[in-house]
């Protein structure tokens, strides 16, 4: 049993990373809904709502958006790629079944995650994506999604609200200050109570209402640029300078002057008494040097 199920676990892993979960034509709207979109007080939307097929949006102002599209191509269009993302969530294998347990309290790391019934969060769940930004969090619920009052999504280690897919297979109702993160899609409706915020991510109900109460939506924050690591540069080698050559001079070949070399020479006069005068001359044979 256990063998079968690490099985359907890795099947599960598989499916996930193979996946094509995209929100298509529906990611230029923060909040989109089938039937009606209401607000109440000062819900300030970073982005654009969307409605179809119904026709009614109240509440806009007070609260601000970035434009509104009601039942026309391009809602019509975010109304198919919607049911195709639902669609593709809900047939993913979970690799672990939360059923009857709440998320508060816990840290989940990147996978499927499952309620066979409703589901609820009292206090705060964190996801671990475990140093990889692009680690996708799917959790399903087969029914319903309760959060208490300041309940709190906290996003840790690289994961990011673009690829946390919240999975509803009825309705949604964030409770009063529910601080939310990810794409909630929901098969029916969705509330958020007063001072409740999704910082980062959208909000998507595919058959119901969409219903809003002083809340701060943040489409535009949901799927951060992961910048490449700035390439590595090394340092040039310092430039290598060359002294100029400096031409050694000229040598003059010293001149070999010659030892001057000295002859003597005598001559002697020689005197005899009563006799001739005699004069020799006699020079040495061997010359020398003077030092």
Known sequence: MLCARAFAYAIGFSALADAQLSLGAAGVYAVFAASTI???????????????????????????SLGQDINNGSTIQAKVDLQALYTALAALLPTSDLTGQDLGGQTLTPGIYSFSAAGGLTGSVALDGQGDPNAIFVIQFASALTTATGASVVLVNGAQACNVYWQVGSSATLGAATSFAGIVISQASITVNTGGSLIDGGLYALTGAVTLDSNVIDRNGAC?????????????????????????????????????????????????????????????SDPYTLN
């Open 38 to 64: 209401t607000n109440t007080g000062t819900t300030i939307i970073g982005d654009k709502i969307g409605l179809t097929p119904g026709t009614s949006i109240t509440g806009f102002p007070p609260g601000i």
């Open 224 to 284: 951060g640029v992961v910048s490449p690591p700035p390439p590595a540069y090394s340092s040039p080698p310092p430039p290598v300078y060359s002294n100029p050559t400096t031409p050694s001079p000229t040598s003059t070949p010293a001149t070999t002057q010659a030892t001057p070399r000295y002859y003597v020479k005598l001559h002697l006069h020689i005197g005899i008494a009563d006799g001739p005068d005699n004069d020799f001359d006699y020079a040495l």
